[in-house]
C-alpha cells in the first residue's frame, strides 16, 4: 500500500490547482468586484437600465439632482435643472459616460464583504458634484433650444461649475417621438465632453500661439489682406477687406488672409506641433471620462488647404471641453489645471468616503506666450466686441464662425477665460448653427457668466 | 531518535506502540490497523460520544437553514416543506442510531455528506417548493446507495466478480443513452423512462471508478490493462458523441488518475495526455461546433446577454450576495435557466453567501485529503484507488462547475456534487462517497478482527 499511497501524494496537485483556481477568482472578484456587480444586468440594483438603488447626486449646493425613492429612480423637481443635468447623470443604454454609470459601484456603496447591503438596505452612497446645477439651467435656458454645447470652469482649482449639452429631454418624462423628431437629434449624447466640432476662428488661437513661438519678429510685422489670401495654389476666403493689418489686430478682427498666409509660412510640421501640444487631437482625462480627441491632419493639405487648417477649416476638428482647458490654460499662466465635475463620494451620513476631485496639469505652452496670448484675447474684447456682454469681468476671448456647409448657418463659437484673480473662470460656448460667433455664442457666454457673476458679487 | 524515524516511515500506528510487536512483525503486516483505536481482548471499539455531539450540532445548523429557507414560502407550500425537512432531520437520526449507535461506527463523512446534501435542499425548498418531495427522495435514495455500496466493497470477492458486469452494463447503458435521448440542451444525455428522467453518465460515473480500480488490481499482464483502457476510451468517446464535453473530461481526468495510481508511470501518463491533446486539436478543426460551444470562454461580458449570459449573471449575483449572502428567497439568480443545477454554486453564493460556498469547496479538497491520506492504511489497492479516484473525481467535477460558471475555466455544464438538483447527480454524489468510506477498514469491524487476530497469530 505505500507504493499506492506514495503516488496518490500527486493529487495533492489537483489539490493545489483547485486552491490556485480559487485565489485566483478571488483575485478577480477583488480585482472587478464592483464593476461586476454595478452592472446593469444586476437586478438587485437595476430596474431595465435605471439604478433603482443606491444614493443621490448632489450639485455643489447639495441639490439633489437624483435620488431613489421607493424603488423607483427621480430626479430635480425643476425641470430645466433636469434637461439640463440630463447629460451629467447619463441614462444608462442611452446615454454613455453619465455619472450614474460611472459611479455606479460608488452610488450603490458596493464592497465585497457586504455585497449590495449597502445599496438595498442603507440606501447608498452620496456623489456630490462641483457643478452649480442653477447655472447649468440658465445655460440651458440661455441655449434657448439651440444645439451645442456650454462648459465653465475654475482654471485655478479644476472645478466644472456648469457643463450641460443640448438638445436635452427631461428624464422623468421621456418624449416619445425622441427617435424620430428631429429636434432630439443629438441628445444622447453629451456633446460636451464627447463632442466634435468644427473649430472656425477660434482655432486662430493656436495659429496664434504656434507663430508667436516660431517667428520671433511676429508681433511687429505687418500684414496686407485685400480680401484674400493667396497661396501657390488656391486662396482662402477672408470675411472682409482688412488692409494693412499688426498681428494682434488680425487677431482681434479675425483675419482669414492673415492666419491663413502665418500658417503657411509656419509650415505643416509646426503647426501640427503646436496643435499636438494645444491638445487638439489628445484627449483630457475629466475625472473618469476622457474628452473626445479632435484632429488636426494637415499630412496631405495643399498650401491652400493648411491656410484654411490655420483657421479651422480644412479637416479641422475639437471637442469643446478641451477648447475651455486651453483657454484655462492660458488664462493659467501656460498650465492648465484639468477640469473635473465630480467632487467625491459622501456616505449617507455625510462622510467622505472618496476623493475625487483632481490636481492634475497640463502645460500647453510657455508663460511668456500665454501672457502674449492673453493679451491678444484681451485686446480682441476690449479694442474689438467691446465689454458690453462682461462689464467688469476683464474678459478676454475669441469668437469662431465656423462654416460647416453650403446650406447650413455655420457653428457659433466662443472661447475665454476672465483675468481677474477674484473671477478664475474659463469657457467654451458653441451654438450650433447659431450664425455668429459674436453675436450667438458671445451672448449665451454672456448670460452664463454673468448669472456666476451675480451669484458671487 | 533514528529508530523512531525508521519506524515512522514504516507506519504511523507502529511508531505510536512500539512496544507491540518486533519491527520484523511491523514490516510484514504494516499499516492494517490504524491509530487511535480502543483494542481490548480481540474487541475493537470505537469511542462514539463524540458523533452525538455533531449529530445534535448538525442538526442546529440545518433547522437554522432550513429556517431561512421557509423565507416567502406561501402558505399552500409551508406545510410540505416543513414535514419534508422533519423527514430529513428523522433519516439522518435513524442513520446515526444503526451505524453511530447500534453499528458503533465513525460518521464524519455521513455528517459532510448529511450537510452538503441540506444545501441542496434548502436551495431546491426556496426555488422550487414543489420539487423539493423528489430531491428529498434523491438524498434519500443516495444514502440508501452508499450504504449499499460500503456493504458490498466490505467482501473482496463480491467486488472482484461483480467488475465485469458492471463494467459492461455501464457501457450498455450510455451506449443506450446515446441511442434513445435527444437533444437536450446541446447535449444528449438524459433518458426519460415514463415519469422518471435520469442522466446515465452520473450512474455511470460510479461505474466507472469501481471498475476502474477493480480491473487494475488484479492485473499484471498487458491484456488487462488493454481491457480497461478500453473500456475508459469507450466511454470517453460515448460521451463525446452525446456532446457531453463535460463529462467526458471528468471520465477522462479519472481515467488519467486510475492509470497513474496503479502503474506509477508519468511518462505514459503525459504520452497519453499528448494523444488525448492532439484528438481535442483534431476535432476542433474538423467538428467547428465543438470550438463554438466554447467560444464565449472568457469574453462572457462581451456576450453578456448571449453565450455569457449564465456565467455573467453568476458572477454578478454572487457578488451581490457579500460574505453572508442576501438571504435565501432574496435572490435573483434562482431566476436564470439552469440555477439550481449548473448555476446553483452562484446562488449559493448570493443567498447563502461566500463564506458558505468557499466551506463547500473546501469540503471537496478535504474528501480529495482524506482519500490520500487514508490511502496508506487500506487493506488493498483497490480501495485505495476507488478513493482516490473517487473523490479525485469529485474535485475535478466541483472546479469544472465552479471555475466554469466563473468563466475561469470554458462552462461545459456539469452538476456540483451534492449541491445541484437532480436525482442523478445526487445518487452519484453519494455513491462517490462509499469508496472513501469503504476504505477507511473501520468501517468493516469484522474484517478488522480476522486481519488483527491474523497479525496478532503471527
Not at chain 2, 480502543?38 to 474487541?43: A, L, Q, T, V
Not at chain 2, 423539493?132 to 446507495?145: C, D, E, N, S
Not at chain 2, 457578488?319 to 446562488?347: I, M, P, Q, Y
Request: overall charge neutral; glycine content about 8%.
Amino acid at each position: 500500500m505505500n507504493t499506492i499511497s506514495k503516488r496518490a501524494k500527486i493529487l495533492y496537485a489537483i489539490v493545489a490547482v483547485c486552491l490556485a483556481g480559487m485565489v485566483f477568482l478571488g483575485i478577480t472578484f477583488c480585482v472587478h468586484g464592483d464593476e461586476y456587480a454595478s452592472n446593469t444586468r444586476n437586478q438587485h440594483i437595476y430596474s431595465g437600465n435605471v439604478l433603482i438603488s443606491g444614493g443621490r447626486v448632489l450639485d455643489r449646493e447639495d441639490r439633489v439632482l437624483t435620488a431613489v425613492m421607493e424603488g423607483r429612480r427621480v430626479y430635480n423637481e425643476d425641470s430645466v435643472i433636469r434637461r439640463s443635468t440630463l447629460h451629467v447623470l447619463g441614462e444608462s443604454g442611452y446615454i454613455a459616460g453619465g455619472v450614474l454609470e460611472q459611479y455606479s459601484a460608488e452610488l450603490i456603496g458596493y464592497n465585497l464583504l457586504t455585497g449590495v447591503f449597502t445599496a438595498t438596505e442603507q440606501g447608498g452612497n452620496d456623489v456630490r458634484l462641483t457643478l452649480d446645477a442653477e447655472l447649468c439651467a440658465d445655460a440651458y435656458r440661455a441655449m434657448d433650444g439651440r444645439k451645442g454645447a456650454v462648459g465653465v470652469y475654475n482654471y485655478k482649482t479644476g472645478e466644472i461649475v456648469c457643463m450641460i449639452s443640448t438638445p436635452a429631454y427631461d428624464p422623468s418624462n421621456k418624449p416619445e417621438d425622441i427617435d424620430d423628431n428631429e429636434d432630439y437629434e443629438g441628445a444622447y449624447l453629451n456633446k460636451f465632453l464627447y463632442g466634435q466640432y468644427v473649430p472656425g476662428s477660434t482655432f486662430k488661437v493656436i495659429t496664434a500661439a504656434c507663430a508667436v513661438e516660431n517667428m520671433p519678429d511676429v508681433l511687429t510685422r505687418t500684414f496686407h489682406c485685400d480680401g484674400e489670401y493667396h497661396a501657390a495654389d488656391g486662396t482662402v476666403i477672408c470675411n472682409d477687406v482688412h488692409g494693412e493689418v499688426t498681428f494682434q489686430q488680425a487677431f482681434n478682427q479675425s483675419c482669414n488672409s492673415v492666419f491663413a498666409q502665418l500658417a503657411d509660412e509656419l509650415g505643416k510640421e509646426k503647426m501640427t506641433a503646436t496643435a499636438e501640444k494645444l491638445g487638439v487631437a489628445s484627449s483630457v482625462p475629466v475625472n473618469r471620462s476622457n474628452t473626445t480627441k479632435g484632429s488636426y491632419d494637415v499630412s496631405s493639405a495643399s498650401h491652400a488647404d493648411l491656410g484654411w487648417s490655420g483657421i479651422g477649416q480644412y479637416t479641422d476638428l475639437v471637442n469643446p471641453c478641451n477648447m475651455m482647458t486651453l483657454a484655462g490654460a492660458i488664462a493659467n499662466g501656460g498650465t492648465a489645471r484639468l477640469p473635473y465635475y465630480v467632487d467625491g463620494v459622501y456616505s449617507a451620513d455625510g462622510r467622505l468616503i472618496q476623493n475625487e476631485t483632481s490636481d492634475l496639469t497640463r502645460t500647453y505652452m510657455s508663460a511668456s506666450t500665454a501672457s502674449v496670448m492673453k493679451n491678444l484675447m484681451r485686446t480682441t474684447v476690449t479694442d474689438y466686441y467691446g465689454e458690453g456682454y462682461f462689464p467688469d469681468m476683464e474678459m478676454c476671448a475669441k469668437t469662431g464662425t465656423a462654416e460647416v456647409g453650403e446650406e447650413k448657418r455655420p457653428h457659433a463659437w466662443m472661447i475665454g477665460f476672465s483675468q481677474r484673480e477674484d473671477f478664475p473662470y474659463a469657457f467654451a460656448v458653441v451654438v450650433e448653427n447659431g450664425g455668429s460667433g459674436y453675436s450667438a455664442a458671445g451672448r449665451v457666454a454672456s448670460r452664463v457668466l454673468s448669472s456666476l457673476w451675480d451669484s458671487m458679487f | 531518535m533514528a529508530e523512531q524515524r525508521k519506524t515512522t516511515r514504516g507506519s504511523v500506528y507502529a511508531a505510536d506502540t512500539p512496544r507491540r510487536a518486533s519491527s520484523a512483525r511491523r514490516k510484514k503486516h504494516k499499516n492494517y490497523i490504524p491509530p487511535d483505536l480502543e483494542i481490548k481482548k480481540g474487541k475493537i471499539r470505537e469511542k462514539i460520544g463524540k458523533w452525538f455531539v455533531l449529530m445534535v450540532f448538525l442538526t442546529v445548523l440545518e433547522l437554522a437553514m432550513d429556517l431561512s429557507a421557509l423565507n416567502r414560502l406561501t402558505e399552500e407550500e409551508l406545510p410540505g416543506v416543513v414535514l419534508l425537512f422533519g423527514i430529513y432531520l428523522a433519516a439522518q437520526w435513524v442513520y446515526y442510531i444503526v451505524a453511530g449507535l447500534v453499528l458503533r461506527r465513525r460518521m464524519e463523512l455521513e455528517l459532510a455528506g448529511f450537510l452538503l446534501s441540506n444545501v441542496s435542499l434548502v436551495i431546491t425548498a426556496s426555488v422550487y417548493p414543489d420539487r423539493l418531495r423528489t430531491q428529498l427522495i434523491a438524498v434519500i435514495g443516495g444514502i440508501l446507495v452508499f450504504a449499499f455500496l460500503t456493504w458490498f466493497m466490505g467482501n473482496v470477492n463480491r467486488v472482484t466478480v461483480s467488475r465485469m458486469p458492471i463494467g459492461i452494463a455501464a457501457v450498455g447503458l450510455l451506449a443506450l443513452t446515446l441511442v434513445l435521448a435527444e437533444y437536450n440542451n446541446g447535449a444528449k444525455n438524459w433518458l426519460y423512462l415514463g415519469p422518471l428522467s435520469i442522466q446515465p453518465s452520473e450512474i455511470v460515473k460510479v461505474a466507472f471508478v469501481f471498475v476502474g480500480a477493480a480491473t487494475l488490481d488484479k492485473l499484471q499482464n498487458t491484456r488487462s490493462i488493454a481491457k480497461y483502457v478500453i473500456f475508459a476510451m469507450v466511454c470517453v468517446g460515448l460521451l463525446f458523441l452525446m456532446l457531453d464535453f463535460g463529462t467526458a473530461l471528468i471520465f477522462f481526468a479519472t481515467f488519467l488518475i486510475i492509470a497513474f495510481l496503479r502503474s506509477g508511470d508519468i511518462k505514459t501518463i503525459v504520452l497519453i495526455c499528448t494523444a488525448a491533446l492532439m484528438g481535442g486539436i483534431f476535432i476542433i478543426l474538423y467538428k467547428p461546433y465543438v470550438a463554438s460551444r466554447f467560444s464565449t470562454y472568457r469574453h462572457i461580458w462581451e456576450y453578456i446577454d448571449a453565450g455569457g449570459m449564465q456565467q455573467t449573471r453568476t458572477i454578478i449575483y454572487s457578488l451581490s450576495g457579500g460574505l453572508f449572502g442576501v438571504g435565501l428567497g432574496n435572490g435573483k439568480l434562482r431566476h436564470v435557466f439552469a440555477a439550481t443545477e449548473d448555476l446553483v454554486f452562484g446562488v449559493v453564493c448570493e443567498e447563502l453567501g461566500m463564506l458558505t460556498a468557499v466551506a463547500i469547496m473546501i469540503a471537496y479538497v478535504l474528501f480529495l485529503v482524506y482519500a490520500i491520506r487514508g490511502a496508506k492504511y487500506a487493506r488493498s489497492s483497490f480501495y485505495a484507488i476507488a478513493a482516490c479516484s473517487a473523490a479525485g473525481m469529485m474535485l475535478f467535477q466541483a472546479m469544472l462547475n465552479v471555475f466554469g460558471v466563473t468563466d475561469v475555466l470554458p462552462f461545459t455544464g456539469v452538476t456540483l456534487p451534492f449541491i445541484s438538483r437532480g436525482g442523478s447527480s445526487m445518487l452519484c454524489s453519494w455513491g462517490l462517497l462509499a469508496f472513501l468510506k469503504s476504505l477507511d477498514i473501520r468501517t468493516y469491524p469484522k474484517v478488522m478482527r480476522e486481519l488483527y487476530q491474523q497479525k496478532e497469530r503471527i
